[in-house]
């Protein structure tokens, strides 16, 4: 069991699920529940929510929580016969009681290991044994880092293939006030539109109705910035080369039963992803993917805001 101590809490949560509280200097905070691996909370130092959870979300095994980040694996999407985004945001995950040495975030000391490993009713769906190793760390300046660690242990020879997307939801001021940089340019895959392939035109990205796209070989830096808010959120990533971007408009929002009609306002997905190029893991194989978030103040100025200039006051 991991040391409990003044960065790391373990309690229970909404329906009494098991829950990792993260904390670190001048009140930033994270919470991680067992059910799904799933983070429903990243505060700052003035106790502001960064991310988006529906006041809808259903807390209960079988249905994934909606908003934080839910972890999708090993599939993101709904292509195979497996559950939409497969199974690892609807599993009770264990806390690590001996993870490996994970040379990210190692200087954390706000951080739990969690693992998730085939059960025997999962081999039934999805016919490999693996063993993913997810760190959740928040940084002494608030930053959230999410590690996975993901190693084939089939006994049988088989390599197994997946896809996976950290499934980000920004809690954002107002939706049409938002832009995000670093994806313009790039090609799609339109969900929308039988995944067909389009090539991004123009400047930053701006919303005005619904958007579903999974951007192709990204930067490893994504900025969203929330003029209304003065927020820049920055998206760094390593062993995610795709990012899709979600907001499911007025009509969708209506449609989801744990989610609010006007919700979509003050949400965004942004999700670092490899959904293009499967990833294949031969056994005794381990694939890593990181993702790391930051909140900073941003100065508006209309027009253009360069992610690497804004002001750092923090
Ligand atoms: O409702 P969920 O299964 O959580 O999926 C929510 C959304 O996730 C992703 O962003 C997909 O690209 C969308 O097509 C999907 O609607």
């Not at 809808?56 to 090993?74: E, M, N, S, T, Y």
């Not at 088989?158 to 939706?175: C, E, G, R």
């Not at 027009?303 to 006051?313: N, S, W």
Request: net charge negative; hydrophobic share 35%; aromatic share 10%.
């Amino acid at each position: 069991m991991a040391s409990e101590n003044v960065y790391v809490e373990h309690c229970k949560g909404i329906n009494d699920l098991d829950k990792v509280i993260l904390r670190e200097n001048r009140g930033v905070s994270a919470e991680v529940y067992l059910y799904g691996g799933q983070v429903t909370s990243w505060k700052n130092e003035r106790r502001e929510q960064l991310l988006f959870l529906s006041s809808k979300a259903i807390f209960q095994p079988l249905k994934a929580i909606r908003g934080g980040i839910p972890i999708c694996f090993p599939q993101f999407g709904n292509i195979d016969s497996l559950e939409q985004h497969g199974f690892a945001r609807n599993r009770l995950w264990s806390v690590d009681p001996d993870p490996p040495p994970c040379s990210s975030h190692a200087s954390a000391r706000a951080f739990v290991d969690l693992i998730l490993t085939h059960s025997e009713e999962e081999l039934k769906i999805w016919p490999h044994r693996f063993e993913f190793r997810l760190r959740v760390a928040l940084s002494p300046a608030g930053d959230l880092m999410l590690t996975s660690r993901i190693r084939n242990t089939n006994t049988d020879g088989k390599s197994f293939t997946f896809t996976f997307a950290y499934h980000t939801y920004f809690s954002v001021s107002d939706i049409s006030e938002v832009r995000v940089e670093g994806l313009e340019t790039l090609d799609y895959l339109d969900n929308l539109q039988n995944r067909e392939r389009f090539t991004e035109q123009g400047d930053a990205l701006t919303f005005e109705s619904e958007v579903d796209k999974i951007y192709l070989s990204t930067p490893t830096k994504i900025a969203i910035l929330d003029h209304e808010r003065k927020r820049t959120f920055e998206l760094r990533k390593d062993g995610l080369p795709d990012a899709v971007v979600w907001n499911p408009w007025d009509k969708k929002a209506k449609a989801m039963a744990d989610f609010g009609d006007e919700e979509y306002k003050h949400m965004l997905c942004v999700e670092a992803a490899c959904v293009e190029k499967p990833i294949t893991l031969k056994p005794g194989e381990e694939w890593k993917g990181r993702q790391e978030i930051s909140a900073v103040p941003s100065s508006y100025c209309s027009g253009h805001i360069d992610p690497r200039r804004v002001t750092f006051t923090g």
